[in-house]
């Protein structure tokens, strides 16, 4: 087993390219979910303070270098983030596992490089952008350019800080914007490392930005203040709605990615060799902390037994423990007000009549984990896929089963949800899977495969799983102005 030295850091604020305390100096504690040990106090912003780092996101966009620089230059920087990101790639990968319990080696072989691949894409990306140009005939000639929005409000969530900080600062910072990042309270480690990484390289003061506290104070402040021009927002449906109020008055932008209930679709032809170990995969990757877990699984009943029996048995076989270690598939959920709220789905299984499949207590795990946030990969069956437990996304190591006789009463339980982010698909049949992606209302289907993402794609939901697209042009096209010129030629 990996020991890992747990002292307790002191995360400050990043604010124009220094380390600072709050204007009072209040703090507040982070803990490692996997033994309640504190292994973090963080300085807690006041209103205050998110005005002072929206002034200087400001001022470094309005009157310093980065937004004017070529573009050479600054995608240059960006890359230079990427490369020391690498460099650093263990020390991150540890603090992600420290805060999140998400297992080291899924940060390390997976988030970590993806974070710095998240950085050079867009870096190289916007390098290879061209424009449009409309010719009114001879007599005007109509271009377009993308020049920055202005200062980007950069709201991350706790399941995955460090890589889907990098997602909304890549675009944010090759479009030449400067940023104001508050990551999660619950999980700021990784991403308070942004700052000194961007200043190595090179990127300007007041460029990047780093905000710590709760989002019912710093979150609001960022999207009421009148200097924050857009907000880049991943989080639950419910803090969407909120944030959208908050920012109408100063009209900003909104990019949000918010919830989902994911339906993982099993037809009778899938081949289960390989549905059954990534369908594993998409229910409990991060303990099921994942916008995109595949928690609804659809099994046609023919195969429904077969299926059972082999996703049991392999859901058993996940090892869960400390996050540190290498040999471990699945760690604790992120804090204690989390646990509770995944462990009261147990009871709302049991009230609704579910069938308890394997799982529903709490793991025997060794002593000095005995106090972490730990639940056992859970499998419930239910024939009612308007179930609360099938239809809440609980975000948690528990997902259900349920069965389907055809093909079009699989797409109508599917798309029976208000979410809309994803989808899945099992199927050797390619015509299917074609009727079936075109049929499911979200903004990804994979078919055969999970969580492959090409950076280029659109990603987004549709119904309460977000607003807007990001990936490739679509990033780019949110976090710039498009600009028409029009040349008189005569």
């Given at each position: ?301 023919t195969i429904l037994d077969s299926f059972i029996e082999k996703f049991k ?178």
């Open positions: 087993m990996t020991t890992v030295e747990v002292k307790v850091r002191r995360v400050l604020h990043f604010i124009n390219g220094k380390y600072e305390n709050s204007s009072d100096d209040q703090t507040f504690e982070v803990k490692n979910p996997a033994t309640q040990e504190v292994i973090a106090v963080v300085s807690e912003a006041t209103e205050e303070d998110v005005k002072k780092v929206s002034e200087a996101a400001r001022t470094a966009f309005d009157h310093g270098p980065w937004r004017t620089m070529s573009l050479s230059d600054r995608c240059d920087k960006i890359r230079r983030m990427a490369e020391i990101i690498l460099e650093r790639r263990e020390e991150i990968a540890r603090l992600e596992a420290l805060d999140v319990g998400k297992p080291y080696s899924h940060a390390f072989t997976g988030e970590i490089p993806r974070a710095a691949h998240n950085l050079k894409f867009f870096a190289d990306f916007m390098e290879k952008q061209g424009g449009e140009v409309y010719p009114m005939e001879e007599a005007f000639l109509n271009y377009t350019r993308y020049e920055p929005v202005g200062v980007a409000g950069l709201i991350t969530p706790w399941n995955a800080p460090f890589m889907l900080t990098t997602w909304k600062l890549g675009p944010c910072l090759a479009a030449g914007n400067t940023a104001v990042i508050k990551p999660a309270e619950m999980t700021p480690l990784s991403v308070s490392l942004l700052g000194e990484i961007a200043k190595e390289a090179g990127i300007p003061d007041g460029v990047v930005n780093i905000i710590h506290g709760k989002g019912s104070v710093v979150g609001t402040a960022i999207t009421e203040n009148k200097n924050v021009d857009l907000i880049s927002f991943t989080g639950s449906t419910t803090t969407g709605k909120a944030i959208m109020k908050n920012g109408a008055n100063t009209l900003k932008k909104f990019s949000f990615e918010l919830g989902g209930k994911a339906a993982n679709i099993i037809f009778e032809d899938a081949d289960l060799d390989k549905a059954i170990p990534v369908s594993i995969q998409a229910a409990f990757l991060n303990s099921g902390q994942v916008c995109l877990a595949g928690s609804r699984i659809l099994v046609q009943r048995h392999a859901a058993e076989s996940l090892v869960v423990g400390d996050p540190q270690d290498a040999t471990t598939k699945m760690g604790p959920l992120v804090s204690e007000e989390h646990f509770n709220k995944v462990k009261h789905y147990l009871e709302i299984a049991k009230k609704e009549g579910a069938t308890l499949i394997t799982g529903g207590g709490i793991p025997v795990l060794a002593p000095h984990l005995e106090s972490g946030y730990y639940l056992e990969p859970t499998v419930y069956y239910h024939q009612d896929h308007t179930a609360r437990i099938c239809q809440e996304e609980i975000f948690g190591p528990i997902v259900t089963i349920i069965p389907f006789d055809t093909e079009e009463e699989a797409l109508a339980i599917a798309n029976d949800t208000e979410y809309g982010l994803n989808g899945v698909i099992w199927t050797e049949n390619l015509k299917r899977a074609h009727r079936i992606a075109h049929g499911v209302r979200a903004g990804t289907i994979w078919v055969n495969c999970w969580f492959v993402r090409d950076l280029r794609a659109p990603f987004g939901g549709f119904k309460k799983s977000g607003i807007g697209r990001e990936g490739g042009h679509h990033s780019l096209e949110f976090f710039s102005e498009a600009k028409n010129i029009c040349i008189a030629l005569n």
